[in-house]
């Protein structure tokens, strides 16, 4: 026994202790409050000096700002300054080249006056030389008219009557010719009436036997599709009964799986004794015994499983063993093992009770409910004697002073009313999964087998409807009636055109016969006709005749008719050169007035270039006293951006200092606090330990009191044997069982929840952890990303756009304008690309207002531009010169020969300034209908033929 002065020894030694750390603790307390407030002090001014700091880098990125501004600026005036000079440099080419071209062309305007004059005078002589001609041959022809008009008259009547003569004797030998082509034709006609009959005879035996052959065709083909259609409606229906099977299948073998996972996963849950003590799992496995765990023996109807469960939770995990000495032999082995405690149900002791046979309204047995095997009914009845289930909604049927010997279970486990007590609250989700496992697993595995042997059923009938289905498939029906289809329809083509031929044959017979009346009408006509053209051509004759007799000389009309032909030889020699030297003088006249006027357009050019190489000299100037004031600013600025950044450096260094001192008293005040904590921890466990000691003296008291009736001042100077430590442990056991006593009930499964819980935290921890680093690691690859495609970006668009400016000046020329622009430079990635294109004398708000032809060299522009960038081996034009003329077709021509030395270009084109400068000409045509042919001609080898070259 514990003395009384060792009690009040340790409650005064600890009563120091817990003053002296008390006072410890006041003064670790106020010293926090002044770091505390020298800390918001310290805090105060670092803003301040945050504030300071953040001003300076403002001012100084804003500084920083217009510096890269007037760098950009600069950037730009040097671009513009080169562009300047090679303008200039343009044009005093330009003005070189029109100055060569006006004084050739002065020379040229020189002569060709000369040329001029002398024409005029050479054309005055033939025009004097004209008019005497012309005056000679009028006085020829007068006298030639005269004579010629009379002699035309005897000539005309000449050749009237031989005309008259000519055409009678044409007529005659055409109406003889008729005559014998109609007795031909009607000789003909004879023998072809002949053999239409023939042919109409044997067309119409053909037919019959066509007709017959359709008839033997259309029986044979009526008994095979009633075949086809008795196979289809057979097929059908293998099909749907073959459905219906593959649905019920799917369904058993659904329901097959479902019970096989259900029964797999209760089988790992019954081999895991999973949501049992490590204890039972332990015992299944190194205790020799079969003994079964209450959960294992009961089948409980499913709508009282949770209900069931929840009243004897408690006894769930109790073995069922016969007689003690088998539950020694369990507890000796976790003993041993330090694997726990078991619980068990000794058989041969449980005493037998009678069954709940009670008549109440609403309420069953609960051992009716419950099934096991006979061997456990006693256990059973005994665990549920006087145990009833309410089925009923209202809780004021209870208030029966008849039920308070019973214990109530509600239907829906939501309450368990004893004698003395009621508990309830919410049914938990998993309540009722835990009882009856290796009975729901037998019933699982009688299921299994059972929908096993239905699976094989069925499977056997769909296969046996396969092998029909396929039979029914391979049927040759269907072949033979296209067979027969085919050679019905080749039938009736035949009958058809049989039919039509003889109808043809019939109508030709009847036009024969029409058409050999009238031949023989039109011979009878042309034999009348050209009796009457005989008696005709006879007369003609003879007055021809007559007029032979008289004759009249020609010579003198020959002679005149000679003179005239001379004259008018002369004439037309001096009308021909007269003409000549007069289109001499025009074409002279119109190459002068040419001359003049390419004269006036090259002196326009060199003025106009003359002004604009003064315009350009002008802003050159501009633009160079623009640069040098640029650098002169970007010098001054570069000084006070260093004076800056040194200034902004000392802010950050005080800064930072500023910021470290904080960090060390809050490192100091975190320590304080910590050391805070440890100093209330020490005084509550003091504090606790003294209170312990206090009620061991009061303890000590009342139990001197109570069974000595002593005060504690009675004993205060008696010493006592303090060898004696059988009340102390007695004491200390009654503590420790008034303590577990206060816990309440245990749970069996909180260890395993906890280590459940406990590695599922740990692995969640884990796997956060992974997904942050793996969001930092893609964070950083996105960026690193994004700043590599940005700088890849922007240098490939400089080179485009620097290709676009020049490929559109070589395709246009150097006056015209062109650019790409960024919408967005600060996210150039996202930015929209704006395409400006401004051809000398227009200014376009967008390339919509431009030409087709524009519109054409602008897009191959742009495409060249790209191809630059990274020129390929191959590259196609479909019609890409279709909407150009001529002059820009010879541009695009030109920059296509330019880049072909690199690349390979295959153009499809209709236009010939194109087809002459390629190198292979593939033309494609047409052999014959619906097939396409390729010839190809290599001009490369033509390049030296000096028929080639001089047809270029």
């Known amino acids: 026994m514990l003395s009384i002065t060792s009690f009040k020894d340790n409650s005064k030694g600890l009563a120091d202790k817990i003053g002296a750390s008390q006072d410890e603790y006041r003064k670790l307390e106020i010293e926090i409050r002044n770091l505390e407030a020298e800390l918001q002090k310290i805090k105060k001014e670092q803003l301040d000096k945050e504030e300071i700091l953040s001003n300076s880098q403002k001012e100084l990125n804003d500084f920083m700002t217009q510096i890269r501004e007037k760098e950009n600026r600069k950037s730009i005036v040097e671009q513009q300054i080169g562009f300047k000079k090679q303008n200039l440099e343009n044009l005093d080419h330009s003005l070189h080249s029109y100055q060569e071209q006006k004084t050739e062309l002065e020379g040229k305007s020189s002569s060709t006056s000369s040329k001029i004059k002398e024409a005029v005078e050479r054309q005055d002589v033939l025009a004097d030389e004209l008019n005497q001609a012309d005056i000679e041959l009028k006085k020829v022809r007068d006298v030639y008219n005269q004579t010629r008009d009379k002699f035309d008259a005897r000539s005309r009547y000449k050749q009237e009557l031989q005309h008259k003569i000519f055409e009678n004797e044409k007529q005659i030998a055409i109406t003889s010719n008729s005559i014998e082509s109609f007795e031909r034709e009607l000789a003909q006609m004879q023998i072809d009436l002949e053999e239409h009959s023939e042919g109409k005879k044997s067309f119409t035996s053909e037919i019959k036997t066509t007709e017959n052959s359709i008839q033997l065709i259309e029986k044979e083909l009526e008994v095979l599709l009633q075949k086809e259609q008795k196979r289809k409606e057979e097929k059908e229906a293998c099909i749907l009964h073959m459905e219906s099977l593959t649905s019920e299948l799917n369904v058993i073998n659904r329901k097959l799986d479902s019970k096989q996972n259900e029964h797999d996963l209760l089988q790992s849950m019954i081999d895991s004794y999973e949501g049992f003590p490590a204890s039972l799992k332990f015992l299944s496995q190194n205790w020799k015994s079969k003994a079964p765990i209450l959960s294992d023996v009961l089948d409980v109807e499913d709508d009282y499983k949770g209900v069931i469960e929840q009243y004897l939770e408690s006894y769930l995990n109790f073995f069922l063993v016969q007689n003690l000495n088998e539950a020694k032999v369990a507890i000796n082995i976790l003993k041993e093992s330090q694997k726990g405690k078991a619980h068990f149900f000794l058989l041969d002791q449980v005493k037998a009770l009678e069954p709940n046979k009670r008549n109440l309204p609403n309420m069953i047995a609960a051992n009716h409910v419950v099934h096991v095997d006979q061997k456990f009914k006693m256990l059973i009845n005994y665990l549920l004697h006087d145990v009833y289930i309410y089925t009923g909604n209202d809780l004021d049927e209870l208030n ?493 021509n030109r920059i296509i020969k330019k880049f072909s030395e690199k690349s390979q270009f295959i153009i499809v084109t209709h236009n010939k300034s194109t087809m002459a400068e390629v190198d292979i000409l593939y033309g494609v045509y047409m052999q014959e209908q619906g097939v396409s042919g390729v010839t190809a001609v290599d001009f490369r080898e033509q390049k030296h033929n000096p028929i080639m070259e001089a047809l270029n």
């Not at 200034?647 to 904080?662: G, M, P, S, T």
């Open 400 to 892: 029966n002073n008849a039920l308070d010997e019973l214990t109530i279970l509600s239907k829906q486990g939501t309450y368990i009313k004893k004698k003395y007590s009621i508990s309830g609250g919410s049914v938990g989700l998993f309540e009722g999964k835990k009882i009856g496992r290796k009975k729901n697993l037998e019933k699982l595995q009688k299921i299994l087998i059972e929908l096993g042997k239905k699976r094989d059923v069925l499977e056997e009938k769909e296969i046996r409807l396969r092998e029909k289905i396929d039979l029914l498939n391979r049927s040759d029906e269907e072949s033979q009636i296209g067979t027969n289809n085919s050679k019905l329809k080749i039938l009736e083509q035949t009958k058809i055109q049989q039919l039509t031929k003889l109808e043809a044959y019939e109508e030709n017979y009847s036009t024969v016969i029409q058409k050999s009346e009238t031949i023989k009408n039109e011979i009878k006509n042309k034999l009348d006709k050209k009796k009457e053209d005989t008696f005709a051509l006879e007369a003609l004759k003879k007055e021809f005749e007559d007029f032979e007799n008289v004759k009249e000389s020609s010579s003198s009309l020959e002679d005149l008719s000679l003179s005239l032909s001379k004259t008018s030889e002369a004439y037309n020699h001096a009308n021909i050169d007269f003409l000549r030297q007069q289109n001499l003088v025009a074409s002279l006249t119109q190459e002068a007035e040419y001359a003049n006027n390419r004269l006036e357009e090259f002196t326009k050019r060199i003025e106009d270039g003359a002004s604009k190489k003064r315009i350009e000299a002008d802003l050159l100037d501009q633009l160079k006293e623009e640069l040098t004031s640029l650098d002169k600013y970007l010098k001054d600025n570069y000084e006070i951006k260093v004076s800056k950044t040194s200034q902004l450096n000392e802010v950050e260094q005080k800064y930072f200092n500023a910021r470290n001192i904080i960090t060390e008293r809050e490192d100091i005040l975190r320590n304080h606090n910590r050391q805070l904590n440890q100093l209330q921890v020490s005084i509550n466990t003091m504090k606790e330990e003294y209170s312990s000691v206090k009620f061991k003296i009061d303890a000590v008291a009342e139990r001197l009191r109570i069974e000595f009736q002593l005060e504690l001042s009675d004993i205060k100077d008696v010493d006592l044997d303090e060898s004696l430590h059988v009340d102390q442990l007695n004491e200390k056991v009654e503590r420790l069982r008034n303590r577990l006593n206060n816990f309440g009930e245990i749970n069996p499964m909180a260890v395993e929840a906890y280590d459940e819980m406990k590695i599922r935290y740990e692995d969640i921890q884990k796997q956060k952890a992974d997904i942050e680093s793996a969001q930092e690691s893609l964070e950083q690859t996105i960026k690193e990303i994004e700043e590599t495609a940005t700088t890849h970006f922007m240098e490939a668009f400089e080179k485009v756009r620097e290709s676009f400016i020049e490929v559109f000046r070589s395709l246009f020329t150097e006056d015209d304008n062109c650019d790409l622009i960024l919408l967005n430079p600060e996210n150039p990635l996202d930015s929209n690309i704006e395409i400006i294109a401004k051809p000398k004398g227009k200014r376009p708000k967008s390339l919509s207002q431009l030409s087709g032809g524009e519109k054409t060299l602008t897009a191959t522009a742009l495409l060249f531009a790209l191809y630059l960038l990274k020129p390929a081996p191959f590259c196609i034009f479909d019609e890409v010169d279709a909407p150009l003329d001529d002059a820009n077709i010879q541009k695009f």
